[in-house]
Structure formats: C-alpha cells, structure tokens
C-alpha cells in the first residue's frame, strides 16, 4: 500500500501516504529528486502549443540531465534524440496506442491459437476479438 504513495501525484495523496512520503524524501535524496522530476515533467501536459511544448521539454531535458539520478538521465537522453516525435503529439493529439492494444490481442490470439489450419478463421477470431465483429449479431 504504502509504495502506491510514489506512483501519485501529490494531490492525490493521502495525509497518511504524504506524510509516509515527506519522511522517505528525507530519508533519500534520490528518491525526492525523482518525486520532483516526474512532478514537473507532468507540467508538459499544461501547454497547448507544440512550440510551448517543446521549450519546456528541452528545459526538462536540462534539467534532468544535470541531476544526478541515473535513471532520469537516461530517460532525458532518449528524450533528447525522440524529442520532434513527442512533439507531434502536441501538433495532432493521437497516439498509436488503439493499434498497439490491436497489435497485442493479435499477437495473444497467436499464442493461444496454436497455429490455426484455416487462416480465415484466425482473421474472423482477430475481428471478433477487436470489436470489429460481434458475432451475436450472426447467431441465429
């Protein structure tokens, strides 16, 4: 219980899980210093420009790069190289992420299909499966 205080944003805490919070800030550094990063990566979602967007990525990107967690680095270098790409998003607000699920019951309907003989079957269990068939409306 008391871990899902780190995945929140502070206004979704608790007074049990920020004051359990403050005390593990005090105790690690590092940990507060991540707290904070995520906090204000957040932010970006504030603007609605692409071009307000991108200068306050690229000050994040500063700024968790000089830090000394590790793991915000790396994640600000993959940023860095990404950053015309998280951008887009901005510009258009679409995502891959509908054809990612489809992309994921396909590949889990391979698993469990074991290898289907009738490759139309597969396809009419791939429309099934994505809501692009409802086969009650085929059943006499």
Request: aromatic share 12%; net charge positive; glycine share 4%.
């Amino acid at each position: 219980m008391r871990r899902k205080s780190c995945l929140k944003t502070k206004i979704n805490l608790t007074e049990n899980q920020t004051g359990y919070l403050k005390r593990l800030c005090e105790i690690n550094e590092p940990i507060y210093k991540s707290m904070l990063l995520k906090e204000s990566f957040l932010k970006v979602y504030d603007y609605q420009t692409p071009e307000e967007a991108k200068s306050y990525l690229e000050g994040w990107i500063k700024e968790a790069i000089s830090s000394t967690v590790e793991t915000f680095r790396i994640i600000a270098e993959s940023f860095r190289a990404k950053l015309q790409y998280i951008v887009n998003w901005f510009k258009k607000k679409i995502s891959s992420a509908i054809s990612e699920g489809i992309n994921n019951k396909i590949k889990r309907l391979k698993r469990m299909a074991y290898g289907y003989k009738d490759v139309d079957y597969f396809r009419l269990k791939i429309h099934q499966h994505c809501g692009l068939l409802n086969p009650r409306r085929y059943s006499s």
